[in-house]
Every structure is written in structure tokens, then in C-alpha cells.
């Protein structure tokens, strides 16, 4: 049985990735502090100890490690409550007593500031959480996990739109998850491994279901998704994401025999036999273990095109429908990512690089305006180039901002902070106006949650 649960620090960033610290009593006067985190849709790493001792001490180190997480200016910033809400203030450093904040659980507060993993033990009931699954390793090397396949990526829709015609390649949805490998062992564990062919913790649900409804020799290979009923991901829609499912877009083996070799169509159709498939919207009761939905006819193509588009989903992979599973990136696989588009933004500030980069600008915080507001939805580092960097630099030290510049991303996570920037271009002065710059013309919404720019 875990220590007692005393407090809790921890918050969702932008991404969807999770940061937690809890704090037990051990017993006799002893108390530690240890550090979790995960991807927007993995389970917990394992816990890092970050301090045992008494009490004032424990709560001292688990504060200064916390509020660095929460610090302005990183990259990743964990700043959005567990329970949902507005984003909280960064947390206070070195405090030896816990406070009342958004981002902290002491006995006695509201529950909802706890992850659901947590609920039940933090109530004092014995009833059932949403626990992940301890990390089980197998008894030797992993057979499967170990040969991992990737895309290659389509630049456009037009380079795209051929292969919606083309028989000999198949159509399925891109998922905005994390990738894993999913296998019932023959001994009968089931473990789940990330792209390096490490073994990483799986959701206590999703374990169940694979043991459950698959037999020994079965690896998949797919996403941990979390989702809303109508499959949007959580980091579009944050806490209204309460369905984490994996979803295997490939079979690598069942019952113990190896499916590298076979054809992809007929992989695929040996998974649609085995899962039932991922299909918004869910409904009521809903298997954590789902296939992707497929298709090699025109007609189900273009069904998949105009659903995964209706509902704003990431984009499609096409695979060449005799292609064997291949443990390399290739062309047999092919991505387009739909939602990556332009947007002009306005320049807010500037954070100097490192390595390479030190004495210039490796980075630039932006904005976007509603009505004559303007508001900062995060910082655009990669896709620059060195003259770019360069009148970045010269602009700062002139103290000059609000220039309009072009990127490119994935759109706004649900807390408004920019998804996977890139930078673009430098718009020519007067070329555009930064009030124009506005969250209805260049993300097709309102203002969530972004903060306003002082």
C-alpha cells in the first residue's frame, strides 16, 4: 500500500503534457516529495525522488522544483489546473508549508484539484481510480516493440490529392497522441513501449482491455489518444478530453506469429477483425482498445477526408497497400498534416539563444489581438534563420517591438498557446498592420484564456 497522500503540486501544460509532485507520509516522522510526469496521453513516468526528510524540508524542495515548472518564459509552462479553469500564477519558491492555490492539494481541499487517478486515495476510499498500471517487465528482451516504422511527410494537398484516387494506397486518420506499441506477452503481461522500444507505464484500463480481448503473442502498433466524445484531442479541447483510448493502426503479430512480413491491406484487415474501430462520435459504453479506420476505395476516402475535416482532427496517413511493416522511416508511409497553416502574429519580446545561437535571438514571444487588446499565445524558436535571428537582435536592443511576422503551426491548444511553431518570415513595415493580427481573422475563433499583453 502507498504512503499516505498529505499534498499535491501539479498542472496541465499548453501541449497537454502533465506535471505532478505528491507529497506522502511515510511513517515515524518521514515524509518524501517524488516528481511524475507524462505526455498528453501516455501514462506516468516513473517517480523521481525529489526529497525525504521532515516535513518543512520535504515541502521546501517540492515548491522550488514546482515553481520552476510554472516559472514565465519556459517553453512549457504547467500552469493550467488539473480540474480545469483559467491558468493559475506561477507557484511560490522555497515556501515550507503548502499554500492555497490552484495548482497545490492539501488534506481537506476540493478534490477536483487532484488528477482522477488521485481521488480515491486522497478520500480515503478503497473504491476504484483511474490508476496506470504498474510498469511490468517481461523476463526477457521483448520479442516486438523493438522495430518501429515512420512516415515520411506530403508538403502539400495538392501532392496530397493524387493518392485519394490511387487504389494501391490506402487512406487512414493521422492521431494526435503519443506513439506506442501495445503487446500481450506470451506469458500473459501486457506492457506497452515507446519508440526507442522502452517500456513505459500503460493506463491501468487499457492493459485490462488488451489482456482482456486479445490473446498471448498480440503486439499492436499505435497512439494513447485522449479524446472528447466527438474524438477532438485534448490538446484542442484540454479537460473536456476524458477518453484516453489506444488506437493501433497496425498489427505486428498475433497469437506469437510475426505479421512484418505480410502486406499492409492485409494487416489491416486482420486488425479490423480483431478490434472494433475508432469512430466518433462515442457513445455510452466504449472499448479502450480501438483500430484505426481504413480505406483503399475512393468513396471511403473521401468519408474519412471529410470527417477527420469536419471535426478539425490532425490530419492522414497513406500506406502502400502491399508495403510489408518496414523498422525505418519510409515512403510507404506518407503524413499530411492538415491542420498546419500560416498565421501572422505579432512580435512581443525576445529571449536570447543558447549554444549555436547564444548572442542572438533564439526565440520570439508573440501575439495576436482581439479588438485593440493584445494577447500572448507563447514563443516561436525553430524555422528562423540567421539573418532573421539577426534583425530580431538588433530590434531588441533598440527596444522595438510588434513587428508582423508570418509562421506556421497546428493552430491554438485550449489554453490559446501556439502548437508547434515555426517561423516563416519577416513581414515588410507597413506591409500589415499589428492590429490586424486578430484571433477571429487568423485562428478563426475568440480569445480563450490567452494572457493580455501589459
Not at 478534490?111 to 478520500?123: T, V, Y
Request: aromatic fraction near 8%.
Amino acid at each position: 500500500m502507498p504512503a499516505n497522500l498529505i499534498g499535491f503540486l501539479g498542472g496541465v501544460a499548453a501541449s497537454g503534457a502533465r506535471y505532478k509532485i505528491e507529497i506522502r507520509d511515510l511513517g515515524g516522522g518521514a515524509f518524501e516529495a517524488t516528481a511524475l510526469n507524462a505526455g498528453g496521453a501516455t501514462g506516468w513516468s516513473r517517480p523521481t525522488l525529489i526529497k525525504a526528510g521532515a516535513i518543512a524540508e520535504v515541502i521546501k524542495a517540492a515548491s522550488t522544483k514546482f515553481a520552476e515548472k510554472t516559472r514565465p518564459g519556459r517553453d512549457r509552462m504547467y500552469t493550467r489546473p488539473f480540474g480545469g479553469g483559467p491558468l493559475a500564477e506561477p507557484f511560490p519558491k522555497g515556501v515550507t508549508s503548502l499554500p492555497d492555490h490552484p495548482l497545490c492539494w492539501r488534506v481537506g481541499d476540493p478534490l477536483g484539484r487532484l488528477p482522477a487517478e488521485l481521488h480515491a486515495e486522497a478520500s480515503g476510499s478503497a473504491g476504484p481510480g483511474a490508476v496506470a498500471a504498474p510498469l511490468t517487465v517481461p523476463p526477457a528482451t521483448p520479442t516486438f516493440g523493438q522495430v518501429v516504422m515512420l512516415c515520411e511527410t506530403v508538403p502539400s494537398w495538392d501532392d496530397f490529392l493524387p493518392y485519394l484516387t490511387n487504389a494501391d494506397w490506402i487512406l487512414t486518420e493521422k492521431l494526435e497522441g503519443d506513439r506506442g506499441q501495445l503487446h500481450h506477452h506470451t506469458d500473459g503481461q501486457v506492457y506497452l513501449t515507446n519508440r526507442s522500444g522502452e517500456i513505459i507505464n500503460c493506463p491501468a484500463h487499457i492493459a485490462k482491455a488488451m489482456r482482456d480481448g486479445t490473446t498471448p503473442g498480440t503486439s499492436l502498433d499505435g497512439e494513447v489518444i485522449s479524446v472528447d466524445r466527438d474524438g477532438r484531442a485534448q490538446l484542442y479541447v484540454g479537460a473536456q478530453a476524458d477518453i484516453q483510448l489506444f488506437v493501433a493502426f497496425d498489427l505486428l503479430a498475433i497469437d506469437g506469429r510475426s505479421m512484418l512480413h505480410e502486406r499492409q491491406c492485409t494487416r489491416l484487415r486482420r486488425l479490423e477483425g480483431l478490434l472494433p474501430t475508432f469512430e466518433p462520435p462515442i457513445q455510452g459504453w466504449y472499448s479502450p482498445v480501438r483500430a484505426v479506420r481504413w480505406s483503399s476505395q475512393d468513396a471511403g476516402k473521401s468519408l474519412i477526408v471529410d470527417e477527420v475535416r469536419q471535426r478539425q482532427g490532425e490530419g492522414w496517413v497513406l500506406r502502400q497497400a502491399d508495403a510489408p511493416y518496414e523498422g525505418k522511416r519510409s515512403r510507404n508511409w506518407l503524413r499530411f498534416r492538415d491542420r498546419e497553416k500560416e498565421m501572422d502574429v505579432v512580435v512581443i519580446d525576445y529571449r536570447e539563444g543558447t549554444g549555436r545561437l547564444k548572442g542572438t535571438v533564439g526565440a520570439i514571444k508573440v501575439g495576436l489581438y482581439e479588438g485593440r487588446s493584445l494577447y500572448a499565445i507563447g514563443w516561436v524558436g525553430s524555422g528562423w534563420d540567421d539573418t532573421q535571428r539577426r534583425t530580431f537582435w538588433e530590434a531588441w536592443h533598440c527596444r522595438e517591438a510588434g513587428q508582423v511576422v508570418v509562421i506556421k503551426s497546428f493552430g491554438l491548444s485550449f489554453a490559446d498557446q501556439v502548437i508547434r511553431p515555426s517561423g516563416v518570415r519577416v513581414r515588410a513595415e507597413g506591409d500589415k498592420q499589428p492590429v490586424e493580427c486578430q484571433f477571429s481573422s487568423e485562428v478563426g475563433r475568440d480569445r480563450v484564456s490567452a494572457p493580455k499583453v501589459l
